[in-house]
């Protein structure tokens, strides 16, 4: 080994290592940018190490460095634009569109490899079975992730769809899996082989996210951020390049646990999400009763203001409705005012708030709101009792009270006790459900004020609506 490959090894192995830390600094709000920082330095060495060595080695052709440039430029640019013009409400949509740029590089990857080989038929079965296992987890993830972005985005119906031999296809696919991988490694030289596994899996990928409902696309999201890294760490093993095979199993085994942990969250299995999830709730119930036809009581923001004003403690429940009003500097300058007042605030983080894992965290820190200040559920469950007023943002199934009862599409999933404490006001557009589409319990709680309105309009009635009580 050269000097030149043994600094690249030392670099990768540098990388690594950041991989490593950054992922654990992002297990905290307060650590998170700089563990994110942290990783994109080392990917940046990962790839400039690679570039030396590609140089080194003089493999490349003027084209061929041409190519890499171009690259390099554009999807630089496109990510640098996706950063600073993505709304964090689109954010889910962006991550899932990702997830398919990362899986389908990874099916390139080693169908380039595999078909540049120049005797394919040697190759053992330590390259061709990782090869076949990387085309169709990254082709599965490729296009299953263009499904989900579509049902976030809305350019595809979010409500569960099956199409007519749905199931008997997702059952005889894997069956192809396996053959076209039992092909491949008899004729690794097998185009067709090849094909049917790319094939066979941009199906499945459909088959598999169509048939979800919206409520669980943040699993689906999370699950097929596993099979990226789960791809990559695959393409590792055909290219035998170290740095990949890290890189990508690191991604996989946290997108892995994030998956588990977010499915514990909502009380299901990983595998009766897969089967078929929730739908969108998108039905619109007229203002004053629920879709049962109790009747709710309607608060003005002065009934409002003057709860918040005269609270000892508050403690405040946001959810997708708060992100989708991009509200959140709102809810940060009234909670802001309600402690210049001597108040006592913090958030209620359900681990599904939002569209995606720590959605909620990285809204409320564009508002600046103090890390210490919002607490995970296991932690403000047992503070609900002593908040004189819980304010609830366009939450909607994770303060649902039916969660505690069997016979319902939500039952035994963990919620936000929102209902035990003294007050209860709720901040909604209208009596809507949410994605389980199922009535509110809680909003027909006698503690509960409904103030209909649009999040952003109406924290900033609040806003001043407190401020003329405390003044």
């Known amino acids: 080994m050269n000097t030149v490959e043994t600094t690249v090894g030392y670099a990768f192995l540098g990388a690594a290592a950041c991989f490593v830390l950054g992922l ?39 084209t061929g460095w041409l190519v890499l440039l171009l690259g390099g430029v554009l999807g630089s640019g496109l990510g640098l634009y996706a950063a600073r013009s993505v709304e964090m409400t689109s954010m889910p949509q962006l991550v899932s569109l990702f997830n398919a740029v990362g899986g389908g590089a990874a099916v390139l990857i080693t169908v380039t490899d595999l078909l540049q080989t120049a005797h394919p038929g040697d190759l053992a079965a330590r390259v061709t079975v990782p090869g076949a296992l990387d085309i169709v987890i990254g082709a599965v993830t490729f296009s299953g992730s263009f499904i989900a972005a579509g049902k976030l985005q809305g350019t595809i119906p979010g409500r569960p769809i099956v199409f007519p031999g749905a199931r008997a296809t997702s059952v005889a696919l894997p069956a192809v899996f396996a053959l076209g991988t039992l092909w491949l490694v008899l004729d690794p030289a097998s185009v067709t082989a090849m094909l049917i596994l790319l094939l066979a899996a941009l199906a499945f990928g459909v088959s598999m996210v169509l048939p979800i409902g919206g409520a669980d696309m943040p699993v689906v999201i999370s699950l097929l951020n596993a099979f990226t890294g789960t791809a990559v760490a695959m393409a590792g093993f055909v290219l035998d390049e170290p740095a990949l095979i890290i890189a990508g199993a690191l991604v996989g085994a946290s997108g892995g646990i994030l998956t588990k942990l977010m499915a514990d969250a909502m009380n299901r299995s990983i595998a009766n999400i897969i089967i078929g999830g929730f739908g969108t709730g998108d039905t619109v119930v007229a203002v004053g009763t629920d879709a049962a036809g109790a009747q709710v009581r309607s608060v003005s923001a002065d009934d ?3 709860q918040l004003a005269y609270a000892s403690k508050v403690i405040i429940v946001p959810g997708y409705g708060l992100a989708a009003a991009q509200a959140q500097h709102e809810l940060g300058d009234l909670a802001n005012l309600l402690e210049e007042h001597g108040i006592d605030v913090s ?17 409320l820190a564009e508002a600046n709101v103090p890390y210490p200040q919002l607490k995970e559920m296991e932690d403000v469950n047992p503070e609900f009792p002593q908040a004189d007023v819980a304010l609830v943002i366009g939450a909607n199934d ?4 039916a969660a505690r009862r069997p016979g319902n599409a939500i039952s035994g999933m963990p919620i936000l006790d929102v209902d035990k404490a003294k007050s209860i006001v709720v901040i909604k557009r209208s009596m809507g459900h949410g994605y389980a589409g199922i009535d509110n319990e809680l909003y027909a709680n006698p503690k509960t004020g409904m103030f209909f309105s649009d999040a952003k309009k109406g924290l900033a009635e609040l806003k ?3 401020r003329t009580f405390v003044s």
């Open 347 to 363: 958030y209620a983080i359900h681990p599904v708030a939002g569209r995606m894992p720590g959605h909620m965290n990285v809204l």
């Open 464 to 466: 001043s609506a407190v």
């Open 398 to 401: 994770v303060t649902n009270p």
């Open 24 to 62: 654990h600094l992002m297990n905290s709000p307060r650590t998170a940018r700089r563990g994110n920082t942290l990783s994109a330095a080392g990917m940046a060495a990962a790839i400039s190490a690679t570039v030396v060595l590609l140089a080194g080695q003089g493999a490349i052709t003027a």
């Open 304 to 306: 409002v203001a003057i």
